[in-house]
């Protein structure tokens, strides 16, 4: 993995990965990023991670509103140079001093508790634009806390990657989970997109995917891949030792979508990447390398 075996058990044990949606999207690239030789980069990395995930875990496991203003108004204080009380903001130091500087406003990480906050008052999406905005703040903004690290020098000129590339990832997990969301009460498909195709979410779920659903999964999964395409365009801004694992977490997750349309039951069935078929997709991308 780059590095050894010992040093990886401890930084995941300090800095453990999310797992299931936001978190599950954020594990793949944790994954990825474990093939990063830079061990700062690596440690950094892995503090995003642990304060996304308790981020998300404040509400898609307590549903406490409280603990996420608190993370919020902890977040000003650390900010502006003040005492905090939780200790995601200590390991958040190595990030402040290797990598963010003191004049950081850290924007992405108040967007990222601003998406958690959403989804305690929004449960859907009349519009495209709508869902995008957000896809932004959940998932565009980890990029977004990324790119200081992963490209110090181009990390301004990096943002419409992060953008792009949080979408993709994020559609994805809506399209994988449709069933799983609905049954949350959440339905993240654009009411004027199930308008447009005729799609009834109840009925899908009791009778399974009609060709209508196929048609409006196969028009939003086009929508990601451009996102995607977008990013693997822009990928060459990287060092090669970044861009690589990069671009294996995205091929991998952008192939969630082919295992999606094998049968596109999304309701009842929770589709992934076998380890054998990303075996096969990160062969035939090293060809290329």
Known sequence: MGFLH????RERAEFPPPNGGLREMVLFSSAACTK???????QA????????????????????????NTLELELEAFKNHKKTSLKVFKALHIIKDRFYGDDYNYQPYFEMIQGQRMDITISSYETMDDVLAYCYYVASSVGLMLLPILAPSKHQEL????????????????????GEDYLKGRIYIPQADLKKFQVDIDHEFKMGPTDSFKTLFNHLATQARQYYQYAYDHMEA???????????AAKLYEAIL??????????????????????????GLQKNL
């Open 6 to 9: 010992s040093e990886r058990t």
């Open 258 to 283: 082919d295992e999606c349309m094998t049968d596109y039951d999304v309701f009842t069935k929770k589709h992934f990447v076998s380890h054998a078929k990303k075996i096969d997709i990160i062969k």
């Open 36 to 42: 990063i030789e830079n061990k700062k980069q690596r």
């Open 159 to 178: 943002k419409e990657f992060a953008i792009q590339l949080g979408y993709a990832m994020q559609i994805t997990n809506f399209l994988r989970d449709v």
């Open 45 to 68: 990395i892995y503090v995003v991670y642990a304060f996304c995930r308790y981020a998300d875990d404040l509400i898609d496991e307590h549903q406490d509103i409280e603990g996420l």
């Open 238 to 248: 990287f060092s090669q030792d970044v861009r690589t694992p990069l671009l294996y």
